[in-house]
């Protein structure tokens, strides 16, 4: 099993929006960004413990947990001309954009990105780094457990 941080913008997608979702699942649409894709496709296995976290917000941080529920396949958004996610030069024979699909498991009091900063068993997780900007990070394990065993 793997782990990942997984950022959304809580006005496009919240924990709240996974946990009322129906059957708790959301496509993890939008990403485009190649690295972040490649994770999706190329690493994430059906599982996989995703730490949802909000961005782009008054106060990012970890907002609860769920996991990847589903391979990679190609995100719909990209074909669709009227999305902000509309790529012109993807293709459905040669799509360019991946996602998969994340179930809710728990919502959490959200953990603020200065309380990560705060511990030093997290100092080099990589929603951290400065200059971080990946929508999708992978998380070690002695990074998921310290904060799903101290922090939640």
């Known amino acids: 099993m793997r782990y990942w941080?997984?950022?959304s913008e809580p006005d496009e997608a919240s924990i709240d929006d996974?946990?009322?979702a129906p059957h708790r699942t959301l496509p993890w649409t939008g990403v485009r960004n190649y690295q972040?894709?490649?994770?999706?496709?190329?690493t994430m296995r059906v599982g996989d413990?995703?730490?949802?976290?909000?961005?782009?917000?008054?106060e990012p941080?970890?907002?609860g947990l769920a996991h990847v529920s589903s391979t990679a396949y190609p995100d719909p958004t990209q074909f669709d001309s009227k999305s902000p996610y509309y790529d012109?030069?993807?293709?459905?024979?040669?799509p360019r954009?991946?996602?998969?699909?994340v179930v809710f498991e728990k919502k959490c009091a959200l953990i603020p990105l200065a309380a990560l900063r705060e511990h030093e068993a997290l100092a080099d997780m990589r929603v951290l780094a400065k200059g971080n900007r990946l929508s999708i990070t992978p998380v070690t394990e002695a990074e998921w457990t310290f904060i799903t065993n101290h922090l939640m």
């Open 36 to 42: 972040a894709r490649n994770f999706m496709r190329d």
């Open 88 to 94: 012109a030069k993807s293709t459905h024979e040669n």
């Open 49 to 58: 413990g995703v730490l949802f976290y909000h961005s782009s917000c008054p």
């Open 97 to 101: 954009w991946m996602l998969v699909d």
């Open 18 to 20: 996974l946990a009322h």
């Open 5 to 7: 941080l997984m950022k």
């Open 61 to 63: 941080g970890i907002a």
